[in-house]
C-alpha cells in the first residue's frame, strides 16, 4: 500500500515501523487492563482504547514515512 503513495522501502522496514508501534503503545495497553479492572467498563475505558488506538495509529504512520521515504546518499 505505501508503495501506491511512493514509498521506497521493502518488508523488512514496513515490519520494524509495525513492531516499534506495538512497542512504544504498549503501556497504554496495559493503562487499558488496569482501567478495566479497577473501574470496568464504561466512558473511561473507552477513552483509554480511543487514546491507545490513535497512538498506535500515529506511532505507525510516522515510524512508516520514515522507513518509505528515500533516505539521501552518505558521503
Do not use: C, D, N
Amino acid at each position: 500500500m505505501a508503495r501506491a503513495f511512493g514509498g521506497q522501502g521493502g518488508w523488512y522496514g514496513a515490519r520494524i515501523a509495525l513492531f516499534w508501534a506495538l512497542l512504544a503503545t504498549s503501556p497504554l495497553v496495559l493503562l487499558g487492563g488496569i482501567v478495566a479492572g479497577m473501574i470496568g467498563a464504561g466512558p473511561q475505558l473507552l477513552l483509554v482504547a480511543g487514546l491507545t488506538f490513535a497512538g498506535f495509529f500515529f506511532q505507525w504512520v510516522i515510524a512508516l514515512i520514515e522507513v518509505e521515504s528515500p533516505s539521501p546518499e552518505i558521503e
